[in-house]
Every structure is written in C-alpha cells, then in structure tokens.
C-alpha cells in the first residue's frame, strides 16, 4: 500500500515557466510534508515544508500547497532554472510526541527545465 | 557546520557476505535514521535510533539490524546479502522533534 505517490515520473517544462509537482497521501495521520530535491548519487536535499495546520509556505521560488481534504500537496517551482533539473521527492511524516523520525517517501518526479 | 557524513561511499560485496555502513550526524542531533534506495521500491526507511535506542523500524527482514552509540554515531549491518540488497543506503539525521532532517550523501552498495 503506497500512502505516498507522485502519479507523473517525470516533467518537462521550459526556463522561467513555472514547475508544478504534484504529491497525494492517503494516510490521514500524516501532519508534516516535505519535500525533497535528489541528484543522482547524492543525498536528498531538503527544500521545502508545511506543516498540516497552514495550506501554504513560501521560501523564494519554491511554494507548496497543502489541500488537506483532497489530501493532495503540490510544490511551485517560479521562475524555473536548468539547475533546477532534479528528481524531486514530496514525504510525509506523523509529528506526535515520541513517534519518532520517520518519512515515508512518493516514488519521485524527475523535472527537466530546458534553457 | 559539518554536515551528515556516511562511510564509505561506494562498497563492493559478494553474495553471502556481510557488511557495516556508518553515519555521522550533525554535531547536537540525536536521532538518526536509515533508509534505502533502489530503482524499483524508491526511498525505504530501515530503522530510526534516538539516544541509543531503536524508536521505528520499516518492514525490512531481520539481515537488516542499526545500532547506535552515545555519540550519536549510528551503523547500520547487513547480513548474508543478497544481490537485491544493492542499493543506495542514506542516513538522515534531526534533533528528534519530527522535523529538519538532513540526509548524507549515502553510501552505493553492490552485491555481486
């Protein structure tokens, strides 16, 4: 049972055009989402997040959308850039009080900005 | 400040062996957590620890086991391996409170 997905594998849009990933969950104890940016060979690097009380958070170019009731989130990518050409990963997490550390991850969308 | 450092980075096994992948956190977070990359199941979580104890374990079989030390150091021990287990192994490591965590750069394990 997959609780988080990214329906598109991959996404192609032109530089300066706007991104726009998009990540379900089905798991309504979820209450933590991020999102992730991944280089082949690396790490996953942290990007962005929001926390289940608000419905946005903005950081510089990167804005995520939160639509608890169609538990659906999506991350903005505006002005997109070649280097934003990545996978990105959107994951879940439960916040309680000694739940401890655990991200459940979607399967990923690869993004290619084409200059 | 020094970031989540992972050892070695690339490794090279053979079926049956055993092997210990190592993570350093970032100095002041105490949770660290493992988890696996392969093409075919995507990022996996392995198992959490938090001051030394095992707080969440994913649905890996028991040739999977973690430890962690009072440092906050943590490794991670495959045995009798098997070539499905060629993947890329990430540590992630937070202060515990269920945010701000910070991956290493992993360590690619072969099995051949």
């Known amino acids: 049972d997959q609780q988080v997905k990214q329906n598109s594998p991959s996404l192609s849009v032109q530089e300066g055009r706007i991104s726009i990933l998009n990540c379900d969950y089905t798991?309504?104890?979820?209450?933590?989402f991020l999102w992730y940016k991944k280089y082949p060979a690396e790490g996953p690097t942290f990007l962005i997040s929001?926390?289940?009380?608000?419905d946005k958070n903005e950081d510089g170019r990167f804005t995520v959308f939160l639509n608890k009731s169609a538990k659906h989130l999506s991350l903005h990518i505006v002005p997109s850039q070649p280097g934003d050409s990545a996978v990105y990963f959107c994951?879940?997490?439960?916040?309680?009080?000694?739940?401890?550390?655990?991200?459940?991850f979607g399967g990923g969308t690869r993004l290619m900005v084409k200059p | 400040k020094a970031g989540v450092t992972q050892t070695p980075r690339y490794l090279i096994k053979t079926r049956g062996q055993q092997v210990t992948l190592s993570c350093s956190p970032i100095?002041?977070?105490?949770?660290v957590s493992w988890y696996q990359q392969t093409p075919g199941q995507g990022l996996q979580f392995l198992f959490e620890?938090?001051?030394?104890?095992?707080?969440n374990k994913g649905n890996f079989p028991g040739r999977f086991s973690g430890r962690q030390f009072s440092n906050s150091r943590s490794e991670m021990n495959v045995s009798t391996l098997e070539l499905g287990d060629s993947a890329l192994y990430l540590c992630?490591?937070?202060?515990?409170?269920?945010?701000?965590?910070?991956f290493g750069s992993g360590t690619r394990l072969t099995v051949v």
């Open positions: 992630a490591s937070s202060r515990g409170g269920g945010e701000g965590y910070t």
């Open positions: 798991n309504s104890m979820f209450d933590y």
């Open positions: 929001i926390s289940s009380i608000k």
């Open positions: 994951a879940a997490s439960r916040r309680t009080l000694n739940a401890g550390n655990m991200l459940t």
């Open positions: 100095s002041g977070h105490r949770s």
């Open positions: 620890y938090f001051s030394e104890t095992q707080r």
